[in-house]
């Protein structure tokens, strides 16, 4: 990660965002004049497809970009990347538990603007908890997990991510 030079990221983040966000931003526009119909957020979706290479792209090189400004926060989001599949499942199992009719059953009660708080929360707790499990332990629970499955005995999981 960041062994590209920087004037390269910048020009990868130029060119890809250049070309994606518009794009996507009409789709957006489309979605949102179209009342969110069922028609416009499949047709939205099938259109911003091709384009989130380009997106994803952009954002990789927007973070690697900022990474050296990040401060104490770089090693936080470090640690909660080294920990992916741990927290999608455990975001996943909030989620689930937020929106779904076996939790507060939310889904459809929030607005948009509702929503962002939420994701601000959850993001939160990736990089609060991320950092010190790392600290203690070499791999998130569930990347302890899939490693010993996939090596077909129980991988060391004691020790920090630093060793």
Do not use: D
């Amino acid at each position: 990660a960041g062994a590209w030079p920087r004037r390269r990221m910048r020009t990868w983040l130029l060119v890809s965002w250049g070309i994606a966000l518009p794009l996507t931003a009409a789709i957006a526009a489309y979605m949102m004049a179209a009342g969110f119909s069922l028609f416009s957020v499949t047709a939205a979706l099938a259109l911003a497809t091709p384009l989130r290479p380009a997106m994803a792209l952009g954002w990789v090189c927007l973070i690697l970009l900022l990474a050296p400004h990040l401060g104490r926060l770089a090693p936080r989001i470090a640690a909660a990347g080294r920990m992916a599949f741990t927290n999608y499942l455990v975001t996943s199992l909030i989620c689930t538990t937020l929106f779904y009719g076996y939790g507060l059953g939310w889904f459809g009660q929030l607005s948009r603007w509702q929503l962002y708080p939420v994701a601000l929360a959850i993001w939160a707790g990736m990089l609060l908890w991320s950092k010190p499990w790392l600290g203690r332990y070499r791999f998130g629970p569930f990347e302890w997990l899939w490693r010993s499955l996939a090596r077909g005995s129980l991988q060391p999981l004691r020790g920090s991510a630093a060793n």
